[in-house]
């Protein structure tokens, strides 16, 4: 499907820019810019009140997963991702909003259960997630990589994963990867 790409699956932790470890399963793309790897393969809300089993008495329910998504009671720390984001990702939104690759409509700040997804596209059940120095600090790689396993097979949500320099020195890569996955659905819905 994506070309130029490595699988770490069965490879030990694979060392990336800023000295960071990348997980098992996650697909490493090298970033033209100085031959070191970008990791593209959702970010948790590790507060008090959504640690457990939260109830979930209103919100939209994914009719294919029965999972629930986008819920009123994570409204307030969407809103508030929304309000504090990094710079990366406020340059992403730029781009990713008002439909600007493909017509794709993208969400920002989208729950999944407890999962705040950083953008999400609907109609790809594509999840893009921008990592800073904190994803590649202690067991965050694998947190993160156990994290896109549940969405994938909880959820049907492919995520994608990118450094937080990509956004500003290579914004074309990030949209390569979003029309690869496009196409790639595209041709596995068509009829052969």
């Keep these: 499907m994506v070309s ?4 770490a699956e069965h490879d030990s932790p694979s060392k990336i820019r ?12 090298p970033d033209s ?25 209103r919100g939209g329910v994914s009719r294919d997963t029965q999972h629930v998504m986008n819920t009123p009671e994570m409204k307030l ?20 909003k008002r ?7 993208f ?3 989208y729950s999944v259960g407890t999962y705040i997804l950083d953008f999400y596209c609907p109609a790809l059940k594509l999840a893009i997630e921008l990592d800073g120095d904190y994803h590649y600090h202690m067991d965050m790689p694998d947190r993160d990589w156990a994290r896109e396993q549940e969405l994938l097979n909880k959820h049907g949500i492919k995520t994608l994963r990118f450094e937080n320099n990509i956004v500003f ?9 979003i029309m690869q996955e496009l196409e790639y659905q595209q041709s596995k819905d068509s009829p052969k």
């Excluded at 130029?4 to 699988?7: M, V």
């Excluded at 800023?18 to 793309?29: D, E, Q």
């Excluded at 959702?42 to 089993?53: K, V, W």
């Design 4 to 7: 130029n790409t490595h699988n």
């Design 18 to 29: 800023g000295g960071g470890a990348i997980a098992p399963g996650a697909l490493i793309v």
């Design 33 to 57: 810019k100085d031959d070191s790897s970008v990791a593209v393969s959702s970010c948790d809300i590790n507060s008090p009140a959504l640690t457990g089993t939260p109830s979930y008495p």
């Design 77 to 96: 720390f969407r809103r508030e991702l929304r309000t504090h984001g990094t710079a990366a990702e406020g340059a992403l939104w730029n781009i990713l």
């Design 99 to 105: 439909k600007q690759i493909a017509g794709l409509q």
């Design 107 to 109: 969400r920002r700040q």
């Design 169 to 177: 020195h290579d914004p074309e890569t990030i949209r390569y990867y």
